[in-house]
């Protein structure tokens, strides 16, 4: 279908003497979707990161008696992310997720190894859920990004996962890599890699496990 190019003229003409006679109203409508695209990007980027640390927390909690509430908070991160590509958030799950996560980390034994990771992962998974909440506004997506760092850095020994030796520098790069996909391919390319990273936090942590 041809553009009719006189009323693409006229809009343009009308949105620019818009903007010469409303400049603050540009700024703030501007300013609005560019807050809401960044909220979108960290919500993503958090339940990227809570979803990756889980691949190694199933294998914990599995071994701590955990694997029932783990797997609730797994399936909550999982309608989050379904929810970022256009389907309906079941609220539910989001509930029951939140109510297994509460107090998870306590719950998990001290005298076994990966006690600090695993409670640590489960503060990336309170602020995951929180910015999926609207009500939640005062919980910023880089809160959950430091406490997945600070779960990895109190990984207790070498992971030698990929090519980190470290399992802080491995979250590193995950970050990187999902802040890369995610710009490139939207959420469902960033769901593709986070599931690859998944795998790899599963693999450290069998090794941990023995």
Same mark, same amino acid.
């Given at each position: 279908m041809?553009?009719d190019r006189?009323r693409?003229?006229?809009?343009?003409?009308?949105?620019?003497?818009w903007?010469?006679v409303?400049?603050?109203?540009?700024?703030?409508?501007?300013?609005?979707?560019?807050a809401?695209?960044?909220d979108?990007a960290?919500?993503?980027?958090?339940?990227?990161? /809570?979803?990756r640390?889980?691949g190694?927390?199933?294998?914990l !909690?599995?071994? &701590?008696g955990? *694997? +029932?509430?783990?797997?609730?908070?797994?399936?909550?991160?999982?309608?989050?992310?379904?929810?970022?590509?256009?389907?309906e958030?079941?609220?539910g799950a989001?509930g029951?997720?939140?109510s297994a996560?509460?107090?998870l980390?306590?719950?998990?034994?001290?005298e076994l190894?990966g006690?600090?990771f695993?409670?640590?992962?489960?503060?990336v998974?309170?602020?995951?859920?929180?910015?999926?909440?609207p009500?939640?506004?005062?919980i /910023?997506?880089?809160?959950?990004l430091?406490?997945?760092?600070e !779960?990895a850095a &109190?990984w207790? *020994? +070498?992971a030698h996962v990929?090519?980190?030796?470290?399992?802080?520098d491995?979250?590193?790069?995950?970050?990187?890599?999902a802040?890369?996909e995610?710009r490139k391919?939207?959420?469902?390319?960033l769901r593709t890699l986070?599931?690859?990273?998944?795998?790899?936090?599963?693999?450290?942590?069998?090794?941990?496990?023995?």
């Amino acid at each position: 279908m041809p553009i009719d190019r006189s009323r693409f003229l006229w809009w343009k003409r009308g949105y620019v003497v818009w903007a010469l006679v409303h400049p603050l109203g540009l700024k703030q409508e501007l300013w609005g979707i560019m807050a809401r695209t960044l909220d979108v990007a960290g919500e993503a980027l958090c339940c990227a990161a /809570a979803t990756r640390l889980a691949g190694a927390t199933q294998v914990l !909690a599995d071994r &701590a008696g955990l *694997s +029932d509430r783990c797997g609730l908070v797994v399936a909550g991160l999982e309608t989050i992310a379904a929810s970022l590509e256009g389907q309906e958030l079941d609220k539910g799950a989001l509930g029951a997720a939140f109510s297994a996560n509460w107090n998870l980390g306590a719950a998990y034994p001290a005298e076994l190894a990966g006690r600090a990771f695993f409670t640590a992962w489960t503060r990336v998974v309170f602020v995951a859920i929180g910015l999926a909440l609207p009500s939640q506004q005062q919980i /910023a997506a880089g809160q959950g990004l430091d406490c997945a760092l600070e !779960a990895a850095a &109190a990984w207790p *020994s +070498d992971a030698h996962v990929d090519s980190s030796v470290r399992l802080v520098d491995f979250e590193l790069a995950c970050r990187q890599k999902a802040e890369d996909e995610l710009r490139k391919g939207g959420p469902p390319a960033l769901r593709t890699l986070t599931q690859m990273q998944f795998e790899q936090y599963g693999r450290a942590a069998e090794l941990l496990v023995g």
